[in-house]
């Protein structure tokens, strides 16, 4: 877990006293690093697998199991038996991990770019699981769950050796300080946390609602049964991380929650009323000869070198709540609303249904309502009928226009001023209060075990362009793979873990979280700063800067300012940034989009500082001061540079990418499925060149979606239409667009080749001009757009123009020729992951769930009982090792038994053996038929 380091922590009072040098420091040693390594080309695809297992303690006459915090022994001994077989190719490593129950195990060496190192995922993941039974006592257990269910439910009775709840790291009402891991970067995060924040996290998960949940017996009663306050087909929203303003109104025992009807619901902000994204603004400045406006570093502060935006752009901004009268772009630049003595208005607020275009900038579409345009049928039969819808669907479609002039603006602003009206009028929906599992530790969170996956790209661009894609998919697998649905002793009603950890390490202020507080010095933007997402959350930007051909420009040209523009389309949310950072990110010749992410990762304050660790590091050798705020913003995706090699032996380490939202798995099997299939999608998305963009405000929506109970099966999610542009062909009456794939779907010759398209032309690099515009949107509306799809659309395809992930990753496979031992078991993943789509087969959230609520000790009260924790965890174990076969969760896969037989080498030893050991030993076989009667012979 993040970076660990030997030595001294300082106290918080102390380390915050460095935060402003380790800051700056941690980005001059991003750019030293960048510098060094950025010409890095042609390494090849490295990868591994991380897998987290809880330790724990049985007590059978009791029906008992409670946490075993044996975790550093039991590391230490698995690491002592590593050692003394370095002489195999195959094997494991074994690391801490945030609790002292827990550990973490990657393979020894990682995976290559070869299909037969997909068959080494299974293996190594069952080498590790028999590795750790060797050196678990006879009475612990160690299945691959995602929780432990009784976590804080048991006060000073849930730990061997006994705890108490309480301590001066957490003041944890639930959990005590020892169960945290001994290592003092633990135990420093936990307490530092706890203190920039100014309180304790407040963690509040919805709860389930059974028949006799006694929680819900003052509510009024439900027409839905137990599907939520919701019902229907429409998936109930926990908005983690929003919850302070409901918190205020009702205590730490009940949440407010969504339901997944429009986006709205999605980007509900309890403090506005309103959804959290950028707003869009036209630029109009309308006095003599000016063509528009130079963008600004800082309020009041012109780039000199900029010449845009444009009058006639449409730029994407927020408002600055402590400096009326300015917006902060999306590229972290900032633009006046009005002249300085206000008598000229220079940006327009327009609806957030528009995404506007022009020749530079083109635009995303979604065939979902919110932005939906009007067909030119429907717009002439509301201007017949003189209905006010017709001028704003003349407006809506102006503003989708790539001619969009200063007469059309002029002409429809009151039509304009009209469409926001309707648009913003948002409904209060605080009253979808729900009963809430209170927690208030770290623990709870960082006591989560899961399964991750880092990749070498082959060089800088690839590891950008695929933490991207990537990004799209996190909470596509997140739902995918569910399997947390029980906490603190109770059952919960979301599925996955990922809100309770973001929540759970929440460090922001309340001023950074939307309330009033008084500034502090010592803090990033003296913690007055706005800050929308806790420091474990979803990204808030895309990376990839794409190649804009503005290099060779004359300084005539109107693309000369493009150079200084993030020109990723689809960043449509706030971006917080330290704009000190950005500016010598810069300076120092580092992309917008890449200095925008750096920027945004320093926003935040060190957890943990080091005695003699803080100017002593030397910024042109070491990253330390970097990683220490790099390995604390643990997002969704993380883009990891490589690490400085400081000793010829150190091992080479290209650009990687860490995918990190995908919840553990009860069996290898299953782990392994879902591991080689994001491996493989990776190889999909670059081998064909797809793109997955759609905007970050609905990878955001997808991220609440995902955590809805069973949305898996249930839920729909936004995604793009188009993975590839559409072609160009004629149906006989005038020029048609489709879907290239529409081609193999309705059984046309697929050989026939359309016209020469340049952007099907790579580079030096292997890298097409169509990945290069791809963060651009180009293209018409419909190629860019994107829209609800369910599960099972997106895996196996919808329609004829779009063919399915796994359709997709199987052609792959084809093209490939991959061999057919790997393809036999290849397909047995892939059928796993699509019976899970289509809900053929459950998620492990679903099994657990419906394990609790059949078991013959619960009460229909939401509440896990000691037996029912016991019984379920003994079947989880099983499950992992092959004993026990669930078919709602596996089908008609078998897994094979799993023991310690053969976990480690025997070797063939020489010691003398006492003589009574060896007669005991010779005894053994002193009845045996064979030996008797040889015996009598002689």
Known sequence: MGLLKVGTPMPWEKSKKHNHYIRKAGVRQFISTYNRVKDLKGDELLWGDEIEYGIFKLDPANKKIRLSLRAKEVMDRLNEKERSHAHRV???????????????????????GFTHDLLRVERNMRLRRKRILT??????????????PLLGARADDATIPPTKAGGSKTLSEYIGDDIINPHP????????????????????????????????????????????????????????????????KYGNDRVVVGCSTSSKDDEFNEFSGGPVTLEKWLVDVTCEGCKGLFYRSAPNAIVPDADWPRNGDIVVGSEIPNIPGWIRLQNGYYLPINSDDGKIQFLHKVSKRAHASNPEKRTLGSNTPLFRSLTSAGRAQMSDSGNVDAVQGNTLQALLEDNLTMKTTLQNASAISTLNRVVDNSQD???????????????????????????????LDESRFIYDQLAVMAPIMMALTASTPLLKGRIADTDCRWGIISESVDCRTPAERGLGSEPQPELAAKGQRRVF?????????????????TDNVSENSEKRGLKNRVLNMYNDIPVPIDEDSYQLLRKSGIDPALSQHIAHLFIRDPLVVFEGAVEEVDDETLTEHFESIQSTNWQSVRWKPPPPRNDPNDPHIGWRTEFRTMEIQLTDFENAAFTSFVVLLTRVILTFDLN???????????????????????????????????????????VKYSSMFARAANGENVSRTSSKNEDDEVDENGVSKQRRKAPFAPGSIEENSYEEMTMTEIMTGKGDYFPGLIPLVQAYLDYINCDSITRRRIDQY??????????????????????????????NDSVVSDEIAYDLMIACKKIGEGTLHVPELLGDLIVDPITTAGAWDVKLDSKRVQ???????????SSRKAFSSEADSV
């Not at 195959?90 to 290559?112: F, H, I, L, Q």
């Not at 050196?135 to 691959?144: G, Q, S, W």
């Not at 420093?188 to 059974?210: C, H, M, S, W, Y």
């Open 830 to 859: 892939l059928d796993l992951i699509q019976k899970r789509a289509t809900g053929q087969l459950v998620t492990p959230a679903t099994w657990i769930r419906n394990f609790v609520r059949n078991h013959e000790d619960y009460q």
């Open 90 to 112: 195959e094997g494991c490593n074994w690391v801490p991990e945030y609790g002292a129950w827990m550990v973490e195990a990657t393979p020894k060496r990682p995976y290559t």
């Open 185 to 248: 970067r633990f135990g420093t995060l936990t307490a530092n946390i706890r203190q920039r924040r100014g309180e304790k996290v407040n963690i509040r998960v919805p709860l389930f609602r059974d028949k006799n949940t006694p929680e819900y017996q003052d509510f009024a009663e439900s027409t839905t049964d137990i599907d939520g306050c919701c019902g229907g087909n429409t998936l109930q929203l926990w908005r983690y991380g929003k919850g302070d303003a409901s918190r205020e």
């Open 135 to 148: 050196v678990l006592a006879d009475d612990e257990v160690a299945p691959t769950v995602a929780v432990f």
């Open 429 to 459: 929906d605080l009253e979808n209060v729900r009963a809430a599992i209170h927690m208030d530790a770290m623990a709870f969170g960082m006591g989560c075990c899961c399964l991750q996956i880092t990749f070498q790209a082959k060089d």
């Open 533 to 549: 997402k806790s420091r474990y959350d979803s990204i808030s930007t895309y990376i990839y800067q794409g190649a804009d051909n």
């Open 915 to 925: 003589n009574d050991h060896l007669l005991d030993l010779l005894r053994r076989y």
């Open 692 to 734: 997955l963009y759609i905007p970050i405000s609905r990878v955001d929506a997808n991220m609440q979606r995902a955590h809805s109970r069973n949305a898996a099966a249930k839920g729909k999610f936004f995604f793009r239409r188009h993975m590839a542009p559409l072609e160009e062909g004629d149906d006989g009456y005038c």
